[in-house]
């Protein structure tokens, strides 16, 4: 009889050791190492001999290129962030918080295909068919290529691919599949990295396009190894407050197209519908009554410019320590535009409370929202209203610099395409003399900047 081994595994980041831990080394995590059995060298195993790669080494000059062939999803903000489409015999994985509308996303996607003749398997391992057929018809899908396949496992998943050999393949969810082939449970590190490893070689050996969902884990990162990752040719974030109507398909990783394109939807009662302009958006919720420390800022998600508002609020603390608090802005970012407000402009809040906002609830990571965050908070610091028709655009250094941004050009037309007059720039960025479209304001130093806006008051 073959000798049965174990090891306990991280499952958390798939760390890996002879003897229980009870703080994963590589990751930190308390409590998450589980033993799991794994198969030695003399037994078989079915997943790593089932496909073989036959082909012999070619030299680079004799590679024939083909030309990749796209599916459409008929979802323009979907087919921006795939790079135009579905690459046929990829794999795709999209991950995001529960609730937060993947299964949505994807049944609405299946219906699209549908609708152009595409055979889908959707394989559902959390829901009943029940279920789904309520959900579509919510969602108003009704199409006879569409299969509905409740199963967790990946055998008879697979015998199901072999017989009704579809176009598209969904996994809803990865975590709920399991493998016989591993000795665990479903979700363990090593069922998620071997029934991906299996839905690869299919996708890849019969031209399967395959989207496998996957869950996050409470810090935001997609639940288990982080092979799972590098396995798939596109990496898909699904974000959004999922207590706010507005979400964001967002590309990590994409072997096939651009990864810093990001996708807009608007979730309702029928479905996700598509934000064609963000901008008029977000800017509508912004009060049309000109307030202390309030500034409009343009920052880019992917190659796209969004005009978003960025609301501050400064007051006298009733603690010992003042506190600042941040929703869609880095905590660490407003500290360190705290501490250049106090050495290089003067102002003093050791004894203020200091809160950021960033309107739409969406996450603004951008250095270029620096110029627009620092303004709002003084502006409100000394009760200044920032004209209502300019936006802010610029990285501010620790000595108290405006450094450049990129695609200045590209976010001044957004601007002026939206109808604002004025526009507060770094110095050193370059805009082209012909450009009238726009009253351009360039600072060298965040104190010009602060000037600037006291003096159109």
């Keep these: 009889m073959a000798k049965v081994k174990s090891k306990w595994i991280c499952q958390e980041c798939g760390y890996e050791t002879a003897g229980y831990l009870g703080k994963c080394p590589e990751c930190g995590s308390w409590g998450s190492l589980v033993e799991e059995v794994q198969y030695n060298e003399k037994m078989p195993n079915a997943a790593a001999n089932e496909f073989v790669n036959t082909e012999k080494p070619e030299l680079l000059k004799d590679i024939q290129i083909g030309e990749e062939v796209r599916v459409s999803t008929n979802i323009s903000e979907f087919d921006r962030i795939l790079g135009g489409g579905f690459v046929q015999g990829s794999l795709i994985l999209l991950a995001g918080d529960p609730g937060i509308g993947k299964s949505t996303i994807t049944l609405q996607t299946c219906g699209r295909l549908c609708d152009s003749g595409k055979k889908i398997l959707y394989v559902s391992a959390e829901e009943s068919a029940s279920q789904l057929r309520l959900r579509a018809e919510r969602l108003n899908i009704n199409s006879d290529n569409l299969y509905i396949y409740p199963q967790t496992s990946m055998d008879n998943i697979k015998s199901q691919i072999e017989e009704i050999q579809p176009d598209f393949v ?18 363990s590190v090593s069922q998620i990295r071997e029934c991906t490893n299996i839905l690869m070689h299919i996708a890849k050996s019969k031209n399967i396009t395959t989207i496998v969902i996957g869950h996050v884990t409470k810090d935001g990162n997609i639940a288990g190894p982080k092979v799972l990752e590098h396995m798939v040719d596109t990496v898909i974030y699904f974000e959004g407050d999922k207590y706010k109507s507005y979400r964001m398909l967002r590309s990590m990783k994409n072997r096939f197209g651009n990864t810093s394109e990001v996708g807009i939807f608007e979730m ?23 307030a202390p420390g309030s500034a409009i800022i343009v920052t880019n998600e992917g190659t796209r410019p969004l005009m978003v508002e960025i609301q501050a609020l400064v007051g006298t603390t009733s603690y010992a320590a003042p506190r600042r608090v941040t929703n869609g802005v880095d905590l660490s970012r407003l500290h360190q535009i705290l501490a250049v407000l106090e050495k290089r402009v003067g102002l003093n809040f050791s004894k203020q409370d200091v809160y950021v ?8 990571d951008e250095p270029s929202a620096d110029l627009g965050i620092a303004l709002a908070v003084a502006t409100c610091a000394r009760d200044v209203v920032v004209d209502p028709q300019t936006v802010i655009i610029g990285e501010i250094g620790l000595s108290g610099e405006i450094h450049p941004v990129n695609n200045i050009e590209k976010r001044l037309n ?12 770094p110095y050193a960025n370059n805009v082209p003399k012909d450009f009238d479209k726009l009253l351009i304001i360039k600072v060298k130093r965040l104190v010009d900047a602060i000037v600037s806006c006291v003096s159109a008051n």
């Design 170 to 187: 969904i996994i809803d969810s990865i975590q709920a599949i399991y493998s016989n082939n591993v000795a665990s449970s479903a979700g």
């Design 414 to 425: 957004e601007a002026a395409a939206a109808g604002f007059k004025k526009a507060i720039i």
């Design 268 to 290: 309702c009662t029928d479905g996700l519908h598509e934000v064609t302009n963000p901008n008029e958006l977000f800017l509508n919720e912004r009060s049309r009554v000109a």
């Design 357 to 364: 906002n960033v309107m739409g609830g969406i996450e603004v």
